[in-house]
């Protein structure tokens, strides 16, 4: 076995088939391995001979295998949730449920990927910016660090719109349809900026750690509300309804883009995995699939949920936001309309706070020396920005992104770029690249290498196509629904859980 390790040699072993297979339960962090069904042989010192088998001590790692499972269900878990059924509604019901799974296996893929590619990079790495830095330089390391910048700088602007989505309905409710200027876009954002800013100020979250729990419960919940209200209306009536027919395929390839770019939001988990992974008590084989087929499958369980009876329902009025699509005074929606925004709110600082830190992870470096023109605008530890720069960072974030949430008058605008730039690179081009740059491969490519090419082609590919995609979406937007077809004349009359007669519908104000 020795002999294999110091002549770089691949084992027999190492095809696609061991990703999966249950020959080894030991799991390592070491580049001494090229299988990894070999066992990490360490060293005592760098002089000595191989004297001992071990696995990567577990001491340190509290991590178990449900609080892993949950932790890549929360990232998963959001606000790309509510677009689903208009994926359907772009796609048809046969395209999307394929591009769902479609997504779902190269996502589930992608994620072996990076946890094998950890064992191929010298010494421990905590992250997917450590993998770039080996495999790429520091270049690679600042690319992937923009890539973050810029998916998380997009989907807080996308949840602006989803808050104001939501509490516009529940004012109109509590208002009885006669809010006047409290039910104005640009109010509502402003309220919402002066609730989000001041907690985006602070440098440490941990009091909001537990919003991943809410991110979950607020899934369940609008799972539990979209399929009760699509029973109670015998889900959307026939398939072939003259008024309101089922839609099985894309009328155009514009379509089946934006169907695509939408269903990547949902499993885009890649930047979690290795801190997941490193905190993993028990590093095996075993453990490493049960996570993730467990985390992949619950969010595809949860994501058809909502897509199929969602879409079924409203069809071709399906709405690029499920909740517009239900009366303001549909008491069992506005339950859930009040979790996901209190959620929402709570999950943007989560997104500015990272975006911010990897902005000045750029600039200011913790083991080199701080560039001379930083000095004047350093901490005093020169490990970041000082206060008045760090205010005005997070003024800029917030501020801008709240400017963009009130001049784009689509979330499927932002959608489209998070999921055709950030979602593709995570799931098809960034797994693969990493995996074949720091991976020893044979003379003859195995069938691992060739998935991974297949895979990284695939992930071009769709990055040329959604980004064309998302492009056109801005010069020539997608038909907006009249706030009059987003309730079904059909649904007018039902009564809801508690007796009430729903007649009130949203009214989307865009004006001062």
């Not at 294999?4 to 990703?19: C, N, V």
């Not at 390592?28 to 696995?55: A, G, M, Q, R, V």
């Not at 039910?183 to 402003?190: Q, Y």
């Not at 930083?374 to 992104?401: A, D, M, Q």
Request: charged share 15%.
């Amino acid at each position: 076995m020795a002999k294999h390790l110091q002549k770089g040699k691949i084992s027999k072993y190492a095809d696609f088939a061991d990703t999966f297979s249950n020959s080894s339960e030991i799991d390592t962090d070491s580049s001494y391995s090229d299988d990894e069904n070999l066992p990490f042989i360490k060293p005592d010192n760098k002089y000595s001979s191989y004297k001992s088998i071990t696995s990567t001590g577990s001491i340190d790692r509290q991590g178990s295998i449900s609080s892993s499972i949950f932790t890549l269900v929360s990232t998963m878990i959001g606000g790309g949730l509510l677009s689903l059924p208009f994926a359907f509604e772009q796609g048809g019901f046969l395209m999307a449920s394929f591009s769902l799974i479609f997504v779902l296996i190269a996502s589930t893929y992608g994620g072996f990927l990076i946890i094998n590619s950890k064992k191929y990079c010298n010494g421990k790495v905590r992250n997917i910016e450590d993998v770039a830095y080996y495999a790429f330089g520091k270049l690679g390391k600042i690319g992937v660090q923009i890539l973050l910048i810029i998916v998380l700088y997009l989907c807080s602007v996308a949840y602006f719109i989803l808050i104001v989505d939501q509490m516009e309905p529940i004012i109109t409710l509590a208002s009885n349809g006669t809010a006047g200027i409290w039910n104005k876009k640009v109010v509502l954002l402003a309220f919402v900026f002066a609730v989000v800013f001041p907690i985006s100020l602070f440098s440490n979250l941990s009091a909001l750690k537990h919003t991943s729990i809410l991110s979950v419960l607020c899934g369940i919940l609008l799972c539990c509300c979209v399929t009760y209200r699509s029973l109670k209306n015998q889900v959307g009536g026939p398939v072939d309804k003259p008024s309101n027919p089922v839609k099985w395929h894309p009328d155009s390839l514009r379509q089946t883009l934006t169907c695509i770019s939408i269903t990547e939001l949902t499993f885009s988990c890649h930047f979690n995995i290795l801190p997941m992974h490193s905190e993993l008590q028990h590093q095996t084989r075993r453990n490493k699939r049960i996570i993730l087929f467990s985390a992949m499958g619950l969010t595809y369980l949860m994501n058809f949920i909502v897509s199929f009876f969602g879409y079924f329902q409203f069809r071709r009025f399906t709405d690029q936001d499920i909740t517009r699509n239900y009366a303001s005074d549909d008491y069992v929606v506005t339950v859930g309309r009040a979790a996901l925004c209190v959620l929402l709110v709570l999950s943007y600082p989560l997104l500015i706070v990272p975006c911010r830190a990897t902005l000045n992870k750029i600039f200011w470096h913790p083991n080199e020396p701080t560039p001379q023109c930083l000095l004047k605008i350093s901490n005093p530890t020169l490990t970041g920005p000082n206060k008045i720069v760090w205010f005005i960072e997070s003024l800029i974030l917030v501020g801008t992104s709240f400017l963009l949430a009130y001049l784009v008058p689509q979330v499927n605008m932002v959608w489209g770029f998070v999921g055709s730039v950030g979602c593709t690179f995570l799931i098809y081009i960034i797994p693969p690249a990493f995996y074949l740059r720091v991976r020893r491969h044979p003379l003859k490519p195995d069938v691992k290498k060739v998935s991974a090419i297949c895979l990284l082609i695939v992930g071009v590919l769709l990055l040329v196509a959604g980004l064309y995609q998302s492009i056109m979406n801005i010069i020539s937007p997608l038909p907006e629904l009249r706030p009059e077809d987003r309730v079904l004349p059909d649904s007018f009359n039902r009564t809801n859980l508690f007796g009430f007669n729903n007649n009130v519908n949203i009214n989307i104000t865009n004006n001062f």
